[in-house]
């Protein structure tokens, strides 16, 4: 499916409260099995040999996506889809960069302006709702444009990519953490996990890594690299399958006895489905970045 097609499969005001409903919802499993009060990571971890667990990991993928777009001190960092504040809090803590965090969820604002203001970071870190494919900004307004698994609850990609461009200064530079499809289609039993992962996510689609380059280069990024990165996060993939696949019969008893609502219940079917098409080879994990060019262009 394009990105044509995948935007017409639902209404963008649609997909936008599906993608809220889930986070509003899922809030209480993320806090209770997944995030680290530390670095308040909602997304997988990255695992090498500086680390040492599931927090480690967590942070660490936060240090390898800095790294490889080499934020400086002071830089001004968009933080596209920005969760409850756990990148930007370490990128203005770590990095000393100045960060816009963003995100559709008003929850999800409100606890990370919390979160900075108790880590005394509020001079450096603002957090607000905006839909990363439509942004309030200025033109030439960051210096680096940061996307960890959220681009993939972006209808569009390459609206996220256009708008990036149109963000960032020269010599700008943007960095993609995400899930990413081995083809356009993948066999039938392949789409179906797909299907039932993404659906249980609020994720449309995910796109290749052919179609992350092309929508690049048509926003006029330079020194495109994407690269498969899947061995590194395997461990957290795996560690969140277990967890689902193992407390699944009581998320059924929850769901029967009304405890639990149909977004919650089908967050964990989201999380076995997502590890079996890991494994089915219908996914892989990647880092992508990409720098604009040096000087304006017409210059």
């Known amino acids: 499916m394009t990105d044509t097609e995948a935007a017409g499969r639902r209404p963008t005001s649609s997909l936008t409260e599906a993608i809220v409903e889930y986070y509003d919802e899922?809030?209480?499993?993320?806090?209770?099995?997944?995030?680290n009060k530390d670095n308040l990571a909602v997304h997988f971890g990255y695992t090498?040999?500086?680390?040492?667990?599931?927090?480690?990991?967590?942070?660490?993928?936060?240090?390898?996506?800095?790294?490889?777009?080499?934020?400086?001190?002071?830089?001004?960092?968009?933080?596209?889809?920005?969760?409850?504040?756990?990148?930007?809090?370490?990128?203005?803590?770590?990095?000393?960069?100045?960060?816009?965090?963003?995100t559709l969820a008003a929850k999800q604002v409100a606890m990370a302006r919390t979160h900075a203001d108790r880590r005394g970071l509020a001079d450096r870190v603002q957090f607000q709702v905006a839909d990363f494919t439509a942004t309030p900004f200025p033109d030439a307004s960051f210096d680096i444009v940061w996307a960890v698994e959220s681009l993939c609850h972006a209808p569009r990609k390459a609206a996220f990519y256009q708008e990036a461009a149109r963000l960032l200064r020269p010599g700008g530079r943007v960095v993609v953490a995400d899930f990413v499809r081995v083809a356009r289609p993948v066999d039938p039993a392949g789409e179906t996990l797909l299907s039932e992962w993404l659906e249980g996510w609020a994720v449309p689609d995910i796109d290749t890594a052919g179609e992350h380059l092309?929508?690049?280069?048509?926003?006029?990024?330079?020194?495109?690299?994407?690269?498969?990165?899947?061995?590194?996060?395997?461990?957290?993939?795996?560690?969140?399958?277990?967890?689902?696949?193992?407390?699944?019969?009581?998320?059924?008893?929850?769901?029967?006895?009304?405890?639990?609502?149909?977004?919650?219940?089908?967050?964990?079917?989201?999380?076995?489905?997502?590890?079996q098409a890991l494994r089915h080879g219908a996914w892989f994990y990647s880092i992508l970045s990409a720098s604009t060019p040096a000087t304006s262009r017409g210059l």
């Open 26 to 35: 899922t809030w209480i499993d993320y806090r209770v099995l997944w995030l």
């Open 214 to 275: 092309a929508h690049l280069a048509a926003a006029g990024f330079v020194d495109p690299w994407l690269a498969d990165v899947t061995v590194h996060t395997r461990p957290s993939l795996r560690r969140l399958y277990r967890m689902a696949y193992w407390t699944y019969p009581l998320a059924v008893f929850g769901r029967v006895t009304g405890i639990r609502s149909d977004v919650q219940h089908g967050n964990v079917i989201a999380s076995i489905r997502q590890y």
């Open 48 to 102: 090498d040999d500086s680390t040492h667990g599931h927090t480690d990991a967590l942070k660490n993928m936060n240090r390898v996506l800095a790294d490889r777009v080499q934020i400086q001190p002071g830089e001004r960092v968009l933080d596209a889809g920005c969760g409850i504040g756990g990148s930007s809090l370490w990128l203005a803590a770590e990095r000393k960069a100045e960060v816009v965090g963003i």
